[in-house]
Structure formats: structure tokens, C-alpha cells
Nanobody, 121 residues
Framework: VQLQASGGGLVQAGGSLRLSCSAS????????MGWFRQAPGKEREFVAA????????TYSDSVKGRFTISKDGAKNTVTLQMSNLKSEDTAVYYCAKANSLSRRASEYNAWGQGTLVTVSS
């Protein structure tokens, strides 16, 4: 079971970036796919999640209205479109899988390696 995150990079404040996460196995309808982030010296925090079966989504308050999580079932990929980026969005972003909808990292049982997003002000 592997998750591969990509798409990170350096972007100016106000810019956009698109992260992708590919799964090495078939993502089942019962699964939840989520994005978390961890800034230097801070704890890992929830960003967004999507229920694979219904495509219902949930976001942290800090990114709501700026980030969009979506899925491509045919490609077994989950995407995080980030817009109007702020310096406080700078972090390593991780994709992860859970069996139930949760904002707690402990509920996610498979993790990607992380991709670095740096927003310059």
C-alpha cells in the first residue's frame, strides 16, 4: 500500500498550486482520502478530506474557500487545488487514507511521503 504525493514547490503569495496523490492500490468506495500538512516546529494538522463513495468533502477553517479536494476514480488519484496561497500555508503536505471520516491524523492508516509547499510573501 503506497501513496505518492507530488506537485509541491515554491509559489508567491496569492498564487495557486495543485497537489496530486496517487495510490498504488484501488481506492474503495468506503475509503476516506485526506490531506494534512505540517509546518516546521508545528504539529501535523488536517487540511481536507473526501469520501470516495459520495465525494462529500470537509475542510479546515483555515483553507475553506481557498482549497478544493477532488478525486479521479479512474486514475486512483486525489487532488488538492490550492488558491490564494498565504505564507502560513507553507508546510509539507501529506496525503493519507482512512476507513472513516475524521480530522484526526491517528485515524489515517496509510500515508504518502509528503511534498513541500513554500509560499513566499
Amino acid at each position: 500500500v503506497q501513496l505518492q504525493a507530488s506537485g509541491g514547490g515554491l509559489v508567491q503569495a496569492g498564487g495557486s498550486l495543485r497537489l496530486s496523490c496517487s495510490a498504488s492500490w484501488r481506492i474503495f468506495s468506503s475509503h476516506i482520502m485526506g490531506w494534512f500538512r505540517q509546518a516546521p516546529g508545528k504539529e501535523r494538522e488536517f487540511v481536507a478530506a473526501i469520501r470516495w463513495s459520495t465525494e462529500s468533502t470537509t475542510y479546515s477553517d483555515s483553507v475553506k474557500g481557498r482549497f478544493t479536494i477532488s478525486k479521479d476514480g479512474a486514475k486512483n488519484t486525489v487532488t488538492l487545488q490550492m488558491s490564494n496561497l498565504k505564507s502560513e500555508d507553507t508546510a509539507v503536505y501529506y496525503c493519507a487514507k482512512a476507513n472513516s471520516l475524521s480530522r484526526r491524523a491517528s485515524e489515517y492508516n496509510a500515508w504518502g511521503q509528503g511534498t513541500l509547499v513554500t509560499v513566499s510573501s
